[in-house]
């Protein structure tokens, strides 16, 4: 059985910083993406960042270049996500999501599976 469960959420004042990591097991994704996603109230599921180890691909949204790092330990079998300088409208929920197949990382649907969430609040 496959399962994701993302840890390091929390409260932080702006222009603070958080590592979110997501564990997996009952498999290895190296070959295929990992990608994080959040989703803040009444908004929908948006990406934020992907992984490829296979490819060295990364890809960040827009509004977290230069502030946000994603990093995989194939040997661990995690997934991080460095957030710095943090911003109010960072504020949501995240979700770790990982791909059994080669796949558009930026699309939510293209994902097989998906962590329960972490709950990443930023204070102004």
């Known amino acids: 059985q496959v399962q994701l469960v993302e840890s390091g959420g929390g409260l932080v004042q702006a222009g603070g910083s958080l590592r979110l990591s997501c564990a997996a097991s009952?498999?290895?994704?190296?070959?295929?993406?990992m990608g994080w996603f959040r989703q803040a109230p009444g908004k929908e599921r948006e990406f934020v960042a992907s992984i490829t180890w296979s490819t060295g691909s990364l890809v960040y949204t827009d509004s977290v270049k230069g502030r946000f790092t994603i990093s995989r330990d194939n040997g661990k079998n995690t997934v991080d996500l460095q957030m710095n300088s943090l911003r109010p409208e960072d504020t949501a929920t995240y979700y770790c999501a990982a791909a059994s197949r080669m796949v558009n990382p930026v699309i939510a649907g293209s994902y097989d599976y998906w962590g329960q969430g972490t709950q990443v609040t930023v204070s102004s």
């Open positions: 009952g498999r290895t994704f190296s070959r295929y993406p």
